[in-house]
């Protein structure tokens, strides 16, 4: 497990007047995935960033950096086909709007390395989602209600990710468990304690005056729980 492979900082907390020194400085703390929230006003009530900003953003920086995109959006089909045109090929959605499995299965034959997601809201049962679980190749567990940075962590969101983790040992699935909300040095490793393959860090990364000490942090306390001194 490589520590900045794990956190994911979402963009949504970064500055937007310096956005350009925001990636550049991810870059530089090896971060290898920066995490984009589309909100539509309608799924959630705010409206984030959607399509232009990440085409001027991904067209500088692919090839320095990956980009997962989170979709908040009452039908998020539509933006997925705009967003691989624009050339992601990380995309995830809600399950509380997810219907037709025909679309996206064609998708994945038309784009082979198209990874997609499926996010669940809090009130969403982890059980309810689980048979979807062999089409896709992430799950987004939301540990608090989507729609905006900086809520904290709703407690017990990491048995989901335990359950997830049981599910995909059981069935031999490879999906990659992902948490988003409410992510510090506490509940990070509790979240990687339960099977989480990465972390999603908005205000905690962004508010942080030293990054390298908040990615380490999550890290090193993660490991002193694995070896049972904490
Ligand atoms: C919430 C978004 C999250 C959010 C995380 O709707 O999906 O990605 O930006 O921010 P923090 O880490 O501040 O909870
Ligand atoms: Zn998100």
Sequence with gaps: MEKENIIRPSLLSADFSFLNDEIEDMIKHNIKSIHFDVMDG??????????????????????KINFDVHLMTLNPIKQVKQFIDIGSRDITFH???????????????????????????PDTEVEKIL??????????VMSVVPGKGGQPYIEGSEKKVRKLNEYRKERNL????????GINEKTGP????NGADHLV??????????????????????????????
Aim: hydrophobic share 40%; charged share 20%; aromatic share 18%.
């Design 42 to 63: 309608s799924f959630v009530s705010q409206i984030s960033f959607g399509q232009p900003i990440f085409k001027s953003i991904y067209s500088r920086f692919k090839n």
């Design 201 to 230: 860090c908005g205000s905690y990364y962004f508010k942080a005056a030293d990054k390298d000490k908040a990615i380490d942090d999550i890290y090193n306390n993660f490991v002193r729980v694995q070896h049972g001194n904490y």
């Design 95 to 121: 399950y509380e709007v997810f219907d037709n499995y025909q679309d996206y299965i064609s998708l994945k034959n038309e784009y082979p390395d198209l990874k997609l997601g499926l996010a669940f809201s």
């Design 174 to 181: 490879n999906f990659k468990i992902i948490v988003d909300g």
């Design 131 to 140: 048979p979807s679980l062999p089409l896709f190749d992430n799950v987004l």
């Design 190 to 193: 509790l979240c990687l304690l």
